[in-house]
């Protein structure tokens, strides 16, 4: 082995150090990684029952152009449970229109999801809780034929289920002004709501059942924290000039004063980062009860607007910790941030959107320094995430398009043990896109080339100068390719 190649497996073996913890498909779930449901649309939101099976809502376009909420069983690995409802599926009919707003699983195993509903296409919807059997037929001792009228839900700008017990809604106070025939809605207020899964109203809860938010705090994201108490985030002030608030509430719905100082955080980021628009939209609780919150933020400047991504994080008590990347915050450049992201070991994993519609996943570390592509989801649509059983394993759920859309649920393992250093392979010679490549790798000039695989075998080679190398033939992982001294890192996926 001549020294050259002794120097280059050197630099392989640094960098495969660095990003050998990555995120990859779970080949033991479904088909490949992935479950398909035939005869459905789209997922929305999904849960796990007390077997550990997967209970997914979604609609399903039927032949006649109506959506019909759709509620989709499977085992823990993907496998379609045929037996419920029919052939794996239950679909609410009876409407020309319907969707869900939430799911939950009852310490029963009850499926109840909270949905809106319309007799006549585009002519008003309703408010329903229905509730199934975990065989996936309706439970007839529940309400009406198994659904419950929630009017309460009608103007909900945010609904939180994570509790098997109760649900949270975010609602919004208005006043009606008429001037002659016309009549005039201003919005006064935000509130949150504590609700049973029968639809019935916890009036012990903040005043006489609504937690009235301070300053116009819009919800975007609630979390019920670990000692019960309720953390809430959004846009501050967003009557006028939006900010970024923070605030807690006790578990019966009063403000906590304590936190951040006077019951509320909140801050106008516009003067720091250059914005003109920004908002929480999630909210995660670490095992030492600090809070890291996901947001998005607008830039507007001469050539148009942006959006790019954030986490913030704050200890338990409401203070931004300003060790945690810029001034408390960590920006990602890219279109935006869900609000689904989890904590894997000292790292953060984050879902994301790019400008091409593409649904790709992050990490930071803890410190919030040096985030990372890792994984690109093979969906089409992507609502819903969560950890399934053991920390490093992620469920994703939305839609994948063949010649038409269809449920979809997709499983990836996290390896993540150490916080991963920053290292800077960025070289003045030979640069390379895109990365991660499908097809071809193309290089900003004529060179020749060699493409080594991680066990620094040679797999490719170019004696002669181009400008890209077909890679469609390779199989999804890590390599690295060689531009004389210089070595460079690509994914192919």
Same mark, same amino acid.
């Given at each position: 082995?001549?020294?050259?190649?002794?120097?280059?497996?050197?630099?392989?073996?640094?960098?495969?150090?660095?990003?050998?913890?990555?995120?990859?498909? $779970?080949?033991?779930?479904?088909?490949?990684?992935?479950?398909?449901?035939?005869?459905?649309?789209?997922?929305?939101?999904?849960?796990?029952?007390?077997?550990?099976?997967?209970? =997914?809502?979604?609609?399903?376009?039927?032949?006649?152009?109506?959506? @019909?909420?759709?509620?989709?069983?499977?085992?823990?690995?993907?496998?379609?449970?045929?037996?419920?409802?029919?052939?794996?599926?239950?679909?609410?009919?009876?409407?020309?229109?319907?969707?869900?707003?939430?799911?939950?699983?009852? $310490?029963?195993?009850?499926?109840?999801?909270?949905?809106?509903?319309?007799?006549?296409?585009?002519?008003?919807?309703?408010?329903?809780?229905?509730?199934?059997?975990?065989?996936?037929?309706?439970?007839?001792?529940?309400?009406?034929?198994?659904?419950?009228?929630?009017?309460?839900?009608?103007?909900?700008?945010?609904?939180?289920?994570?509790?098997?017990?109760?649900?949270?809604?975010?609602? %919004?106070?208005?006043?009606?002004?008429?001037?002659?025939?016309?009549?005039?809605?201003?919005?006064?207020?935000?509130?949150? !709501?504590?609700?049973?899964?029968?639809?019935?109203?916890?009036?012990?809860?903040?005043?006489?059942?609504?937690?009235?938010?301070?300053?116009?705090?819009?919800?975007?994201?609630?979390?019920?924290?670990?000692?019960?108490?309720?953390?809430?985030?959004?846009?501050? @002030?967003?009557?006028? &000039?939006?900010?970024?608030?923070?605030?807690?509430?006790?578990?019966?719905?009063?403000? &906590?004063? %304590?936190?951040?100082?006077?019951?509320?955080?909140?801050?106008?980021?516009?003067?720091?980062?250059?914005?003109?628009?920004?908002?929480?939209?999630?909210?995660?609780?670490?095992?030492?009860?600090?809070?890291?919150?996901?947001?998005?933020?607008?830039?507007?400047?001469?050539?148009?607007?942006?959006?790019?991504?954030?986490?913030?994080?704050?200890?338990?008590?409401?203070?931004?910790?300003?060790?945690?990347?810029?001034?408390?915050?960590?920006?990602? &450049?890219?279109?935006?941030?869900?609000?689904?992201?989890?904590?894997?070991?000292?790292?953060?994993?984050?879902?994301?959107?790019?400008?091409?519609?593409?649904?790709?996943?992050?990490?930071?570390?803890? &410190?919030?320094?040096?985030?990372?592509?890792?994984?690109? !989801?093979?969906? @089409?649509?992507?609502? $819903?995430?969560?950890?399934?059983?053991?920390?490093?394993?992620?469920?994703?759920?939305? =839609?994948?398009?063949?010649?038409? =859309?269809?449920?979809?649920?997709?499983?990836?393992?996290?390896?993540?043990?150490?916080?991963?250093?920053?290292?800077?392979?960025?070289?003045?010679?030979?640069?390379?896109?895109?990365?991660?490549?499908?097809? @071809?790798?193309?290089?900003?000039?004529?060179?020749?080339?060699?493409?080594?695989?991680?066990?620094?075998?040679?797999?490719?080679?170019?004696?002669?100068?181009?400008?890209?190398?077909?890679?469609?033939?390779?199989?999804?992982?890590?390599?690295?390719?060689?531009?004389?001294?210089?070595?460079?890192?690509? %994914?192919?996926?």
């Amino acid at each position: 082995m001549n020294k050259l190649t002794i120097v280059v497996l050197l630099v392989i073996s640094v960098v495969f150090t660095a990003y050998s913890q990555i995120i990859t498909l $779970d080949n033991t779930f479904g088909q490949n990684g992935k479950t398909i449901i035939p005869n459905t649309t789209e997922i929305y939101f999904f849960d796990f029952d007390i077997q550990g099976n997967i209970i =997914a809502a979604g609609i399903a376009v039927n032949d006649g152009g109506k959506y @019909n909420l759709t509620i989709a069983k499977t085992n823990a690995d993907g496998i379609i449970d045929e037996s419920f409802g029919n052939g794996g599926l239950a679909k609410i009919s009876g409407y020309d229109h319907s969707s869900p707003l939430g799911l939950s699983i009852t $310490d029963d195993n009850k499926i109840v999801v909270i949905g809106q509903f319309s007799k006549v296409q585009f002519q008003g919807y309703e408010t329903l809780i229905v509730r199934l059997d975990e065989n996936g037929m309706l439970d007839e001792h529940f309400g009406d034929s198994g659904r419950v009228n929630f009017a309460a839900a009608e103007d909900v700008v945010l609904l939180n289920c994570e509790s098997n017990d109760f649900m949270l809604l975010g609602g %919004v106070e208005s006043e009606r002004n008429e001037i002659g025939q016309n009549v005039y809605v201003t919005i006064t207020g935000y509130y949150i !709501s504590k609700y049973n899964y029968h639809g019935n109203l916890d009036e012990n809860f903040g005043d006489r059942g609504k937690a009235h938010l301070p300053n116009c705090l819009e919800p975007r994201a609630a979390k019920i924290l670990r000692d019960g108490s309720i953390a809430v985030a959004g846009a501050y @002030n967003s009557l006028s &000039d939006h900010e970024l608030g923070l605030c807690k509430l006790t578990p019966a719905g009063q403000l &906590d004063t %304590v936190f951040a100082n006077d019951g509320i955080w909140h801050w106008n980021t516009t003067p720091v980062f250059d914005l003109s628009y920004e908002g929480f939209y999630g909210i995660l609780e670490d095992s030492s009860g600090d809070l890291i919150l996901t947001g998005t933020g607008r830039h507007t400047n001469e050539s148009g607007w942006r959006d790019t991504g954030f986490l913030s994080k704050f200890s338990a008590g409401g203070i931004p910790d300003s060790d945690f990347g810029e001034n408390g915050f960590y920006w990602f &450049d890219f279109l935006g941030i869900s609000s689904k992201f989890f904590k894997v070991g000292e790292n953060y994993v984050c879902v994301t959107t790019t400008a091409h519609g593409a649904f790709r996943m992050y990490y930071v570390n803890a &410190d919030g320094s040096f985030g990372n592509y890792l994984y690109t !989801s093979s969906l @089409n649509y992507l609502h $819903d995430a969560k950890i399934q059983g053991s920390p490093n394993k992620i469920l994703l759920a939305g =839609a994948c398009r063949t010649s038409d =859309a269809n449920f979809a649920l997709e499983r990836v393992t996290v390896d993540f043990d150490v916080s991963i250093p920053a290292i800077d392979f960025n070289s003045d010679e030979v640069k390379i896109f895109p990365n991660p490549a499908q097809d @071809n790798l193309y290089f900003d000039q004529n060179t020749s080339y060699e493409i080594i695989d991680i066990q620094g075998k040679t797999l490719l080679k170019s004696e002669t100068p181009v400008n890209f190398v077909p890679v469609v033939d390779l199989e999804v992982g890590i390599y690295f390719v060689r531009f004389g001294n210089s070595v460079h890192k690509f %994914v192919k996926e």
